[in-house]
């Protein structure tokens, strides 16, 4: 009796629907051993994570706080894969949003009228975030520069920026750092606490994202791309224009998460805009597979987690890494699991003629 | 010849295969195959592409492990783990794509990966030990040239040797031939001959009934996986193979109208275009085509024919010279221009290019009716149109598939082809180029490609038919041009066209 890998000769939609769920629970096991080791209860630390994330206002507040940049970033970095452009530079986008949103509403929009600072911040924050992955977007299709390189080079270079603003150039009179706060016009009302509108930027952008991949000739290009580049190109679909075009719109996605972050929460450029989000809206991409609506829950969870994993430093007195560590431990299998959407494992035994006469009839 | 064949009888087996079972998904690649080799014979494995040939002689070279059955060499049972085994037990393959280093000469790929190598191997030693092989087996080969310098047919010997040289004692080659121009595949016989002289067993797959009747001493047929029939070559002939090989007779011939052509659809002046290496491809070639013809092209591969087709339909950069399609200068259009002036393409790598394997058939299908109504209107799919054309296409195409939405890389090869076909035929208005259209189907499906090239001649447009197989282009073409270094050494009335003359213009002579 042996165990076999055998290729799925059609797509399984109870598997793509089970292997993350199944992925989730073994995570949770090896997450388990690892606090086990590390002298903790497993399942009093599990308690408290989910406690700490959504077992009161507060929490649930906290997690929607950073589901939102979770979900822009998270959809950004989710359109730039599906044509294979490995934009790792979400952080830097969502950076540049934001500087450019604080620099809109701070500086420049002055003598405009006061309902205009809200929108010229978003669409400052945007067209940053753009600029920002379509130089590496004109690179690549023109130059074929490695995208991945100059995508995560550029987040340096827009935190490095950004820090020298609201460290020097922008700095508030009389602080240490940050700018001063912009004017309350042009905020993003708030609910529950601290949770905001731009939750709805998210919301919306990826059910249009959804609508977009099904339902345009676009949508359908951009899937022909990612599934085939060289069939693309033999279709005459220009994939230099497609990769500038849709970069830009994700660089759009990841600026505005970083606008909705000062225009929503802090109210001026400061010291912890750059968090990770960026980085965590990779996993966020893979882990919902590319889908924009999968985005919006795997940004929930992943935003649950981080949240979760805050309360038990306080609640456990656990060290903050551990936190880290635990979503690291839901990373792996859920990545290992992907191998069961294309494969299914099946029990052999090579002395049973019959039995495997039958099997290869059915296969 | 007789007493050669009653010795045979008598001979203990230098290899047996014993009821060998491989399967893969969906596919049983061998079902129960059972075959024996005897020394200093030359067997024949005969079968259409998918047969379960190369999975039955890649369970021989270790390359896969057979789900059930037994493998036997000089009358002991062995288990082949790896090519390594298979090397230790004397059994050598010579794949179809060589597996040398292009960047090193011939003596140091005979020697890479032998297991009993010297820290600093001696290699004035080595390349001595090649001649001599080379003298005896007639395999011209310098030891000392490096692999990209050699021709095909150069390289192919290299193979050879390599395997004499470890000593292998059963050699296995993967359709030899396939590559070769008829005048170097004459010559591959004659080695053959000597290795048989000096008692080494060969294997030799193919789907060519000339090469079975001329090389071999016992042929086997395969079919589905299965072994169908086991016979002396002496005892049968190409038409009875044939039968075996497809299960039903064959139609040799195809029913062609009369056609007179008419305007000129592609003219090119003096083309000329690079490879991916930067190497001249296209060294100044000119054609037309008309309506109402098929110019087929012949050539050993890798003489242009390739970059032939991509020059016509954009895909690649012409260096030189002009391409017209309809009197219009299409020379540095893009491939979207290029299919909006009606050029339709079939192209080679059917999985890598032709057809998105992770999309389903009917998005395939649509994948050139997409832009325009009544697929899409104001750049929104209407995807109920999308499905309605697909089924019909299916329909008419005979596409087997078990829904319009089964992704593509599910589907037989023959009928990845016949998505390809339904998209492309559809969209045709004025040219079609095709590139081996029909490489590796099977009859069934070979025929319908052939009969569709043909409607579409017959429906006054042009067809630029780049084929390896002469059979098809003497039975499809109405011209036939062959393409040598990037050049065309000729074209020829496929009714005055014969295999002589074609294999001599394709090696560049004539």
């Known amino acids: 009796m042996k165990l076999i890998l055998r290729k799925r000769e059609s797509v399984s939609r109870r598997a793509s629907l089970l292997v993350p769920l199944i992925s989730f629970a073994v995570s949770l096991v090896f997450g388990a051993i690892l606090l086990t080791v590390s002298g903790a209860n497993p399942f009093a630390t599990y308690g408290a994570m989910f406690v700490g994330a959504v077992g009161s206002g507060y929490g649930i507040s906290e997690v929607l706080v950073k589901t939102i940049p979770l979900i822009l970033t998270g959809l950004s970095v989710s359109l730039a894969f599906r044509m294979r452009f490995w934009n790792i530079g979400a952080e830097g986008q969502l950076t540049m949003g934001a500087v450019a949103a604080a620099g809109m509403a701070l500086f420049w929009s002055k003598g405009l009228p006061g309902w205009t600072v809200l929108p010229l911040s978003i669409l400052a924050g945007c067209i940053a975030g753009a600029i920002w992955a379509g130089v590496p977007a004109v690179l690549k299709a023109f130059l074929k520069v490695d995208e991945t390189l100059t995508t995560l080079m550029l987040n340096y270079v827009a935190i490095l920026y950004s820090e020298h603003l609201y460290y020097i150039a922008w700095r508030a009179e009389g602080y240490n750092s940050g700018t001063e706060a912009i004017a309350e016009v042009a905020w993003l009302s708030r609910f529950m606490g601290r949770a905001h509108t731009g939750l709805f930027f998210g919301l919306i952008l990826a059910v249009a994202l959804w609508a977009v991949f099904r339902f345009t000739r676009w949508g359908f290009e951009l899937k022909i791309i990612g599934a085939n580049p060289t069939a693309a190109r033999y279709l005459g679909i220009s994939i230099a224009r497609n990769v500038v075009v849709t970069l830009l719109i994700s660089g759009a996605i990841s600026g505005l998460a970083g606008a909705i972050e000062v225009l929503g929460l802090s109210h001026r450029l400061q010291q912890g805009i750059s968090v990770g989000y960026g980085y965590t809206a990779i996993i966020i991409a893979w882990m919902a597979q590319l889908n924009p609506l999968g985005v919006i829950l795997v940004a929930f969870l992943m935003a649950s987690l981080l949240v979760g994993g805050d309360q038990i430093q306080m609640k456990m007195r656990l060290p903050a890494s551990v936190g880290v560590v635990l979503q690291g431990m839901l990373l792996i299998p859920m990545l290992a699991g992907s191998l069961f959407r294309d494969y299914t494992l099946e029990l052999e035994r090579p002395d049973d003629d019959v039995a495997h006469a039958e099997t290869a009839e059915v296969a | 010849m007789t007493d050669r064949e009653a010795e045979l009888d008598t001979q203990v087996p230098v290899l ?495």
């Open chain 2, 16 to 510: 047996e295969m014993r009821s060998i079972t491989k399967r893969f998904p969906g596919v049983l690649a061998n079902d129960c195959v059972d075959l024996d080799l005897y020394p200093g014979e030359v067997l024949a494995l005969l079968g259409e592409n998918g047969a379960g040939k190369s999975t039955l002689m890649n369970v021989l070279a270790g390359l896969y492990r057979p789900d059930a059955g037994e493998v036997w060499v000089s009358g002991a049972q062995v288990e082949i783990h790896s090519p390594r085994d298979a090397a230790s037990l004397g059994i050598g393959m010579v794949h179809q794509n060589f597996k040398l280093v292009s960047t090193m000469t011939v003596a140091q790929n005979i020697i890479l990966g032998l297991p009993d190598l010297a820290f600093v191997p001696k290699m004035s030693e080595v390349s001595d030990r090649i001649r001599e092989l080379s003298d005896r087996y007639n395999l011209a080969v310098d030891p000392d040239a490096y692999i990209w310098q050699l021709s095909v047919g150069e390289q192919q010997r290299v193979e050879i040797l390599k395997q004499i040289y470890r000593g292998a004692t059963i050699l296995i080659l993967d359709e030899p031939t396939a590559v070769l121009t008829p005048q170097e595949a004459d010559e591959l016989g004659r080695v053959l001959a000597v290795m048989q002289s000096e008692g080494k067993s060969m294997i030799f797959i193919t789907h060519k009934m000339g090469e079975v009747m001329a090389f071999s001493n016992r042929v086997c047929v395969l079919q589905h996986g299965r072994m169908v029939a086991t016979k002396r070559t002496a005892d049968t002939n190409p038409r009875e193979l044939a039968r075996l090989m497809v299960g039903r007779e064959v139609l040799f011939r195809l029913d062609k109208a009369e056609m007179t052509p008419g305007d000129v659809v592609l003219e090119l002046r003096d083309v000329r275009a690079v490879n991916e290496k930067g190497l001249p491809a296209l060294r100044g070639l000119s054609l037309i085509v008309q309506q109402g013809e098929i110019l087929g092209i012949a050539g050993v591969a890798g003489n242009g024919q390739q970059e032939l087709a991509e020059v016509v339909t954009g895909l690649r950069e012409t260096k030189g010279g002009s391409v017209e399609i309809n009197l219009r200068d299409v020379t540095h259009c893009s491939p979207l221009e290029i299919i909006r002036s009606g050029v339709s393409h079939i192209p080679a790598d059917r999985m890598r290019t032709g057809t998105v394997g992770d999309m389903a058939v009917a998005d395939n299908i649509a994948m050139k009716g997409y832009r325009s109504s009544p697929l899409a209107q104001r750049g929104l799919l209407n995807r109920q149109r999308i499905l309605d054309f697909a089924r019909a296409m299916i329909d008419l195409f005979q596409i087997a598939t078990p829904t319009p939405q089964t992704y593509v890389k599910f589907l037989s090869g023959g009928n990845i082809q016949k998505t390809i076909l339904a998209r492309e035929i559809d969209a045709c208005a004025s040219l079609l180029v095709a590139v081996y259209p029909s490489r590796g189907l099977d009859v069934g499906a070979t025929e319908a490609v052939r009969q569709r090239l043909i409607e579409q001649r017959d429906a006054e447009r042009a067809v630029l038919l780049i084929s390896e197989d002469l059979e098809e282009l003497m039975s499809v073409a109405d011209r036939i041009g062959v393409m040598y270094e990037g050049r065309l050494m000729g074209i020829l009335p496929a009714a005055e066209a014969d295999v002589e003359t074609l294999g001599m213009m394709m090696a560049g002579a004539g």
